[in-house]
C-alpha cells in the first residue's frame, strides 16, 4: 500500500494557530486492543483448533493464505466490528490485524474480499460437523474439574434475510424472509455449545431434540455421572422435547401455551391474586402447580401456572417440568426458568454487536460456516472476560435467616440482585462487558506499530483514558501462562 506524504490540508478554525492535517509514514492501526484478546487465543488454542476442523483441499505450495489466516482474519474482524468480508479490504493491510494473523506488519497484506469469499465457500459439509464436535470439545475443555450440574438454555433467532440466498423463507409470524438459526447455551458459563442453521419457515423447534440428544451423548460420554437441567420457552414446549429430555433422564422446564383446559384450572388462583392487588395496592404473584395430560400424550406431567397481578393488568403463565422439587416449590421452579432470559442476553450479543445476521452468502453451507464465524468470536470473548472478571464484593450483604451467615450473591434476589449487579457493572465493566462494550473500553485504541530488527513495538497513547483497563488485561494475561486448556 503506498504511503501518500505530500498532501496536506489546513483549518482555520482553531483561532490564532491553523490546524494542519497530513498523512504519517508510520504504520497505525485503530484496533490494538485486539492483540491481548490474541494472547489469551494463543493461551486456549481457540482459532488454531478451529481452522484444524477445516478440510484444506489447496496445495501449500500454490496458497498465498492459509486458512488459519483467514478464520482469524475474519473472527477478529467480528470482534472489531467489521463483519463484512468487504471490510477487510482495508484490514487486509493493517498492521495488527497482520500480527494477529502470524504476518510481519510489513509483510504481504492478507486476504481480499474475493479471497475470502471463496474461502467461506469452499467449506464442506463434513467441515461443519467437524465443528460441531470442535464447540462441544472447547466446552469441556474450559472446565477445570467436572461439573455435577449444567444448566442449558435452547431459543431460536430470527436472521432476516435480503437476498436469494438458499433456503430463505418467509415466516407468518415474524413477517419476513428469513433463516431461523437455533442455539443451545450453557448458563454456568455463557458459551455456545450447539448451533443450527434452518431454514426460515421452519417450527422453533424443529432439530431441537436432536441436537440436544447429541449434546447429552456427547456429556456423558466425559462425565457420566453430570446432572443436566434444559430449559426453553414455550416454542420449544413440544411433546418430541419432552420425549426426547424423560428418555436421556434430564430435567427441563418449557414455557407451555395456554389453552382453555389450563385457563379454566388457574382461574380461581388469578382471582384471587387480583383481588389481593386490589386489597394491597402492591403487584402480587401466584403459584400453583397441578398434574395436566393433553389428548396426544402418553402420561400426565406437572404443569406451574403463576398468577400475576398489578397496575399493568392480570397475567397467567404456564410452564411444564419434571424437575424433582418443582411440585414442593413452585415458585423456584419458575424463576428459574424466567432466569432463561439470560441467555437471551447472549443472542442478543451475538445478533446485535457480532452481527449474526450477515448470512448473505448465496450457499446455504457457507452462510452456516459464518455462524461458526460468529459463534466462535463470542466464545472466545465470553470465555476471556468470564477469566478476566473481577466481581466486587459488596458490604453490608443480606443474611441467610437461618443462620445468619451471608447469602451467596448467586442467591440475591429482588432488590438486592438490581444493586448489585448495578455495582457490578460500574466496577467490573470487562467482566461483565458486551461486546460493544470491549469494543469502546478496549478493542478501539489507535497505536503507532513499529518493526525493528530486536522487536516490534506498539505505541498507545499515554493519554488515553481506558489505558488502565489495557494494562490490568495484559498484566493478567502475561502473569498467567496457562489461562485453560482448550
Not at 491481548?36 to 482459532?47: A, C, H, N, S, Y
Request: net charge negative; hydrophobic share 40%.
Amino acid at each position: 500500500m503506498s504511503i501518500q506524504t505530500a498532501w496536506q490540508a489546513t483549518f482555520d478554525f482553531g483561532g490564532e494557530l491553523p490546524i494542519t492535517v497530513e498523512p504519517s509514514q508510520a504504520q497505525l492501526t485503530s484496533d490494538a486492543g485486539l492483540l491481548p484478546l490474541r494472547q489469551f487465543d494463543e493461551q486456549i488454542g481457540l482459532t488454531r483448533q478451529f481452522a484444524q476442523a477445516l478440510d484444506d483441499p489447496r496445495s501449500p505450495r500454490f496458497c498465498d493464505h492459509t486458512f488459519l489466516e483467514m478464520v482469524r482474519s475474519r473472527i477478529y474482524g467480528i470482534l472489531a466490528d467489521y463483519e463484512d468480508q468487504n471490510d477487510h479490504d482495508s484490514l487486509r493491510y493493517d498492521p495488527v490485524f497482520k500480527l494477529i494473523a502470524d504476518r510481519s506488519p510489513d509483510g504481504n497484506p492478507l486476504a481480499s474480499q474475493p479471497t475470502l469469499s471463496r474461502f467461506e465457500n469452499a467449506v464442506t459439509i463434513a467441515s461443519l460437523k467437524r465443528l460441531r464436535d470442535l464447540f462441544i470439545d472447547q466446552f469441556i475443555a474450559s472446565f477445570a474439574t467436572p461439573p455435577k450440574h449444567l444448566t442449558f438454555d435452547i431459543d431460536a433467532v430470527d436472521d432476516p434475510a435480503h437476498g436469494e440466498q438458499q433456503l430463505v423463507l418467509f415466516h407468518g409470524y415474524f413477517d419476513q424472509y428469513q433463516y431461523f438459526p437455533v442455539f443451545i447455551t450453557c448458563a454456568d458459563n455463557d458459551q455456545t455449545v450447539v448451533l443450527s442453521l434452518r431454514p426460515g419457515a421452519v417450527h422453533a423447534a424443529l432439530g431441537a431434540d436432536d441436537d440436544l440428544e447429541y449434546l447429552v451423548h456427547r456429556l456423558r460420554q466425559v462425565w457420566p455421572g453430570v446432572r443436566i437441567h434444559v430449559r426453553g420457552d414455550a416454542g420449544y414446549g413440544m411433546p418430541w422435547m419432552y420425549a426426547v429430555c424423560e428418555r436421556l433422564n434430564i430435567d427441563y422446564t418449557f414455557g407451555l401455551a395456554s389453552n382453555n383446559v389450563l385457563k379454566n384450572g388457574s382461574e380461581s388462583l388469578l382471582e384471587q391474586a387480583v383481588a389481593n392487588c386490589a386489597a394491597s395496592g402492591q403487584s402480587q404473584r401466584l403459584f400453583a402447580g397441578f398434574w395436566y395430560q393433553a389428548g396426544t400424550w402418553p402420561a400426565q406431567r406437572w404443569v406451574i401456572v403463576k398468577a400475576e397481578a398489578n397496575v399493568q393488568g392480570p397475567n397467567r403463565r404456564f410452564i411444564i417440568t419434571n424437575r424433582p422439587g418443582a411440585p414442593i416449590m413452585p415458585e423456584a421452579t419458575y424463576d428459574d426458568y424466567a432466569a432463561r432470559g439470560e441467555s437471551e442476553n447472549r443472542n442478543k450479543e451475538l445478533k446485535c454487536d457480532l452481527k449474526i445476521d450477515r448470512t448473505s452468502d448465496h450457499r446455504f453451507v457457507a452462510n452456516f460456516f459464518r455462524l461458526y464465524l460468529h459463534a466462535a468470536a463470542n466464545n472466545l470473548l465470553v470465555r476471556l472476560r468470564r477469566a478476566f472478571a473481577s466481581p466486587p464484593a459488596l458490604l453490608p450483604t443480606p443474611l441467610n435467616a437461618v443462620d445468619n451467615e451471608p447469602v451467596p450473591t448467586e442467591a440475591f434476589a429482588g432488590t438486592d440482585r438490581r444493586r448489585y449487579f448495578n455495582r457490578r457493572r460500574q466496577a467490573d465493566p470487562l467482566g461483565e462487558g458486551h461486546p460493544c462494550t470491549w469494543r469502546s473500553l478496549l478493542i478501539k485504541v489507535a497505536a503507532e506499530v513499529t518493526v525493528s530488527s530486536r522487536r516490534i513495538l506498539v505505541r498507545l497513547s499515554a493519554s488515553w483514558p481506558h489505558l488502565d483497563w489495557y494494562q490490568r488485561l495484559t498484566k493478567f494475561l502475561t502473569s498467567t501462562p496457562q489461562v485453560s486448556s482448550a
